[in-house]
Structures are given as C-alpha cells and as structure tokens.
C-alpha cells in the first residue's frame, strides 16, 4: 500500500490589543481586543481539492547555492521521491541562519514561482506559502528550484505536492 498524507495548513497571526483606558472611558465592555479574523486553517488529503500526495521535508545546509530538483525529492520512505505530474501546492522556509535564504526558478529546467518572483526568507525569519493549483505540473522541462544563503547557514525547507 503507498504511503498518504493529511496536511494541515495554517496561517495564524492572532494579536491581543489592550486598548488605553483614557480613549476607552464609557465604552462598556472589555478593553482587550483579539484580532484573528484573517486567520486561515485548510486541511489537505488525497480526497480534497487540491490533493496532497507527497511531502518532503530537508535541511538545507554546508553550500551557499544549489538545486532542489522535484522529480528527486528525498521523503521518509524514499532517497529520491518523483514529483513527475504533481504540482508544487505549498511550502514552508524556515531559516535559522544570519543570512537571507532565496529560492528562485532553476537556471537549467526551472520550475516557476508565481509572478516569476523570488521568495526571500531574511535571517531567522520563515515564510509559508499555499499555492492551490495555480502552480504548473513538475515535468522533465520544469523541475528544478535553485536556492542561495550562506554556506554555513542552515534552512528548513518543506515542500508539499499534489
């Protein structure tokens, strides 16, 4: 039986704001406000839209440049899992080191990010990122993700395919 995957997706930004008693004088009520309304939780599996096939999770580290190819992903299971046929629909960058992380389209058989744009992920901060399907298939031409940092930096890079 092949392996399956449920993806909880959240993006969360929740802030508690305790309002100056001198602006809020009369006003019933309480003069804290919790501000979550834009908050976002999906959950992905084989079965919703866009389905969530395959996971890889990898440590980035020791070279100051180099290529994630997605037909060559490692996994749990697999040295070299093949994301052939899937889209990249969602990724998390998280990065430890003191310098800025990007990740960029491949010079040689390049996967493209939306608006051809760099995600730059500055020292210590992370980024996640859903992309629906928006993103195109993982094929022989369109593959590979080249990334830039500090050699003796490290990053956390998990993508998800579906």
Avoid at 10 to 27: I, M, Q
Avoid at 41 to 57: F, G, N, R, V, Y
Avoid at 125 to 153: H, I, Q, W
Wanted: net charge negative; hydrophobic share 45%; no cysteine.
């Amino acid at each position: 039986m092949a392996s399956t995957i449920s993806v909880k997706l959240s993006h969360l930004l929740t802030v508690v704001e305790t309002l100056d008693p001198a602006l809020t004088e009369g006003l019933s009520g309480n003069s804290r406000v919790t501000h979550s309304n834009f908050n976002f939780q999906k959950t992905l599996d084989a079965a919703s839209a866009p389905p969530a096939a395959m996971i890889s999770e990898q440590t980035i580290d020791g070279s100051a440049s180099g290529t994630i190819d997605l037909t060559a992903l490692p996994t749990v299971q697999e040295a070299a899992a093949d994301g052939t046929g899937l889209k990249l629909i969602a990724l998390r960058i998280n990065n430890r080191g003191t310098n800025a992380f990007t990740l960029t389209e491949g010079a040689a058989n390049g996967y493209a990010l939306p608006g051809a744009a760099d995600i730059v992920v500055p020292p210590g901060g992370s980024v996640a990122l859903y992309f629906v399907e928006t993103l195109a298939d993982v094929a022989a031409g369109d593959k590979d993700l080249d990334y830039t940092f500090d050699a003796a930096d490290e990053a956390d890079l998990t993508l998800i395919l579906g």
